[in-house]
């Protein structure tokens, strides 16, 4: 990643998203945690925003997951390609699924030009019957 650009503006997990076909996206029920049942499968979304600057051609973005243990748990490639326009964006959203083995804070790390630029936590909790 250079001086000029891209760079990431936004990154955001949340439940659902509206596309409405013009290239605008909303972010419905923004997630810190999630509580569970034992077993059940984790579903969001993360929605991240990335601004050309001055960059040329396509941008590259990759997200890895880790468990609360630190461990890797998955890793997903990306492309964004926005109009060639000085700090044009590309909106690019994440399907996230992951069978959670154990409660704990699952770390999501955004990767532009192969360097982490920030890290996403998502606390997974065991949902308790009454």
Do not use: K, N
């Not at 748990?73 to 700090?87: F, K, L, N, V």
């Not at 994440?94 to 998502?122: C, H, K, N, Y």
Request: charged residues 20%; proline residues 8%.
């Amino acid at each position: 990643m250079s001086g000029l650009g891209p760079w990431l503006q936004t990154a955001v997990l949340c439940e659902e998203i509206r596309d409405d076909g013009d290239g605008r996206i909303a972010a419905i029920g923004v997630l810190d945690g999630i509580a569970i049942e034992a077993g059940e499968r984790v579903s969001a979304h993360l929605v991240i925003v990335v601004v050309r600057g001055g960059w040329v051609g396509p941008i590259e973005l990759r997200v890895v997951a880790f468990d609360p243990q630190g461990e890797p748990i998955s890793r997903i490639e990306a492309e964004g390609d926005p109009p060639p326009i000085p700090y044009a964006q590309a909106r690019i959203v994440v399907p996230i699924e992951l069978a959670a083995g154990s409660p704990g804070v699952f770390w999501f790390d955004i990767q532009l030009g192969g360097e982490t630029v920030t890290r996403v936590p998502m606390r997974v909790d065991w949902r308790t019957l009454s």
